[in-house]
């Protein structure tokens, strides 16, 4: 048996998860910032979930897109390790935000009907809540995301399909894809009367098409060539998203910004990303989804105390308050990391590592099955 080679760590793109997610939680929270202002930047923190869909476009294509390719591909495999990535943390704010909602009710306070929307549950766990199939945004309403990307997990031999075909022509794939991004954009918009990238739960599985593509794309770039000139390229990739948010540019001109930045940052070797490589770094891109998941339940929880505490009118919280609340967020995820997602995400894997070792120590002389002769895909 010819062993399967893994796939480099990217230390440099895990660590941008953490700023993806950041830049959300402060989208989040601002509007509990006493005499905060407008923003650009701020307000257009939403496409930090398009940096997240194009990265996971990108990194499952680095993990999984030569063995989906080269028939190696186990697609029960790949969506166990997706469920076991996401789904554990999924339930376990959902139901936190449920008990913080039912909590509020028996101290008498106010809570949106939404919150517990019983008829938005069954969608909720199957996370098919992005797909229209909820009638209302409940519970943590974040996970519509979690939605999106498991309508791109399902999806994903198909795109596997189309840029595996692609490979020998990295640059007319990335055209290709920033073409379909430009012109379903455009589309959507003068349809629906929306953005594409405010979509929710009415049309979240089709919002990260576009984007999940670009990362396909763009990591079939990485795959030919890795950039030359890295840090370069990723020092103007970032100003640029950055002034195209605070700008208030066409959300297009940023998300492709975005895949430029990723790009930029997966060219860049380990050994010289410096502070992005090291391990601090690398941990808090680990936490990001935690990050992003607690999000709105300690934006629940932490506010409301807060204001109730400080006599805050409206919940317009003091500077110092709001920094303190927001700089325990990465605290919080880091407790929901170790206590729930690192843990279940384990043992769901672990119960899968079981069954092979058990299947491959009954094998005996030449009884290895024919999918197995070829090796196995790395886990994500």
């Known amino acids: ?23 959300v939680a402060v989208y989040t ?37 030569q ?8 697609y029960r495999s790949f969506l166990w390790a997706r469920v076991a990535r996401v789904y554990p943390l999924h339930v376990a704010t959902l139901i936190g935000v449920g008990l913080l909602a039912a909590a509020a009710l028996i101290a008498g306070m106010s809570v949106d009907a939404n919150v517990l929307s019983w008829a ?3 969608a909720n766990l199957l996370m098919v809540h ?3 199939l909820a009638p209302v945004a409940g519970w943590n309403h974040p996970s519509w995301s979690i939605s999106a990307e498991w309508f791109a997990y399902l999806c994903f031999p198909l795109f596997a399909f189309v840029f595996w075909r692609l490979r020998e022509k990295p640059v007319a794939a990335v055209i290709g894809a920033a073409a379909f991004l430009a012109v379903l954009y455009f589309v959507f918009e003068q349809t629906a009367g929306f953005s594409l990238t405010e979509a929710t739960i009415r049309w979240g599985a089709l919002r990260i098409v576009p984007c999940f593509a670009l990362g396909c ?9 890795p950039l030359k000139a890295p840090w370069t390229c990723s020092a103007i990739s970032f100003g640029l998203l950055v002034l195209s948010a605070a700008l208030g540019l066409w ?9 430029a930045l990723i790009l930029s940052l997966a ?45 805050a009118p409206d919940k317009q919280l003091q500077i110092f308050v709001w920094l303190a609340i927001l700089a325990l967020l990465p605290v919080v995820a880091a407790v929901s990391y170790h206590l729930i997602e690192h843990p279940a995400r384990k043992a769901l894997r672990g119960r899968v590592a079981h069954k092979r070792k058990v299947s491959d120590t009954n094998m005996k002389h030449g009884d290895m099955p024919k999918q197995l002769a070829t090796g196995r895909e790395p886990v994500a």
């Not at 930090?48 to 897109?65: D, W």
């Not at 794309?217 to 060539?225: S, W």
């Not at 502070?275 to 891109?285: D, N, P």
Request: charged fraction near 15%.
């Open 1 to 23: 048996m010819t062993p399967v080679q893994t796939p480099a760590d990217l230390k440099p793109i895990t660590a941008l998860r953490f700023g993806a997610a950041i830049w």
């Open 29 to 65: 929270f601002w509007e509990n910032l006493a005499g905060a202002g407008q923003s650009g930047l701020v307000s257009k923190g939403y496409l930090g979930v398009e940096l997240f869909f194009v990265l996971s476009g990108f990194i499952l294509s680095h993990v999984y897109l």
């Open 67 to 74: 063995s989906a390719g080269e028939k190696r591909f186990s």
């Open 120 to 122: 938005s549950l069954p």
């Open 130 to 132: 992005a797909w229209g």
């Open 217 to 225: 794309a763009l990591y079939l770039v990485y795959r030919k060539a």
């Open 251 to 259: 959300d297009g001109i940023t998300v492709l910004l975005a895949g």
């Open 267 to 311: 060219s860049l070797p380990n050994q010289r990303a410096g502070w992005l490589a090291s391990r601090s770094a690398v941990y808090l891109g680990e936490i990001s989804y935690s990050v992003y998941m607690v999000c709105v339940p300690w934006k629940l929880l932490a506010v409301g105390l807060a204001a109730k505490l400080t006599d």
